[in-house]
């Protein structure tokens, strides 16, 4: 009489590996996708903490504090963020594959009481008539083709590959109010 022997034949050692295989490959897109969600929650935070770093120091040394959303160029062409002084921080986005979306990227700018400055923008008149004249020199200025809106400080940081985005909501007092996320449009 033969003993019987405890242990895996290699057929169902083969056929075990196989499934754990499958489960793997539709596994990792999910994986990668959970990766690039939170690269793209530390750039909002860490967006959130500029603004918050700014504001600090615009209290603490009583002065205008910017924040430039762009960096110039050098003279290569490529843009290169010079390093932060005490009144002027530069930003500078760190992936390759997420925008900054703003109706305007103008500097952020905090007064020396930590108070959010007031920015504006142009945009396209949603009243203007092309079969009208338009006279810029009326006051107020009628049918004007563009006019001067107050821009929220709501800045979206959009991930092309993912189709996400993080919004960070500044309130007029300069503090970070909220981050929202929401899909790319």
Same mark, same amino acid.
Request: charged fraction near 20%; hydrophobic fraction near 40%.
């Given at each position: 009489?033969? !003993?019987?022997?405890?242990?895996?034949?290699?057929? /169902?050692?083969?056929?075990?590996?196989?499934?754990?295989?499958?489960?793997?490959?539709?596994?990792?897109? *999910? $994986?990668?996708?959970?990766?690039? !969600?939170?690269?793209?929650?530390?750039?909002?935070?860490?967006?959130?903490?500029?603004?918050?770093?700014?504001?600090?120091?615009?209290?603490?040394?009583?002065?205008?504090?910017?924040?430039?959303?762009?960096?110039?160029?050098?003279?290569?062409?490529? %843009?290169?963020?010079?390093?932060?002084?005490?009144?002027?921080?530069?930003?500078?986005? *760190?992936?390759?594959?997420?925008?900054?979306?703003?109706?305007?990227?103008?500097?952020?700018? $905090?007064?020396?009481?930590?108070?959010? !400055?007031?920015?504006?923008?142009?945009?396209?008149?949603?009243?203007?008539?092309?079969?009208?004249? /338009?006279?810029?020199?009326?006051?107020?200025? /009628?049918?004007? %083709? !563009?006019?001067?809106?107050?821009?929220?400080?709501?800045?979206?940081?959009?991930?092309? %590959?993912? %189709?996400? *985005?993080?919004?960070?909501?500044?309130?007029?007092?300069?503090?970070?109010?909220?981050?929202?996320?929401?899909?790319?449009?």
């Amino acid at each position: 009489m033969r !003993k019987k022997e405890n242990g895996f034949t290699l057929i /169902e050692l083969m056929v075990t590996i196989a499934v754990l295989a499958i489960i793997a490959m539709m596994a990792a897109p *999910s $994986f990668g996708d959970l990766v690039a !969600k939170q690269r793209l929650n530390t750039l909002a935070r860490d967006f959130a903490n500029l603004v918050t770093d700014a504001r600090g120091h615009a209290i603490s040394l009583r002065k205008n504090i910017t924040i430039k959303l762009e960096c110039p160029m050098n003279s290569g062409g490529v %843009k290169v963020c010079p390093e932060n002084t005490s009144t002027l921080y530069y930003w500078s986005k *760190s992936l390759a594959d997420t925008e900054l979306k703003s109706l305007s990227l103008d500097d952020v700018v $905090f007064s020396g009481l930590g108070l959010a !400055k007031q920015r504006t923008a142009m945009i396209d008149n949603p009243n203007y008539d092309p079969n009208l004249p /338009e006279d810029l020199n009326a006051d107020p200025p /009628e049918n004007p %083709k !563009k006019i001067q809106v107050i821009v929220p400080l709501e800045f979206t940081f959009c991930n092309s %590959k993912i %189709k996400q *985005s993080r919004t960070v909501y500044i309130s007029s007092v300069g503090i970070v109010d909220r981050i929202e996320s929401g899909v790319c449009s």
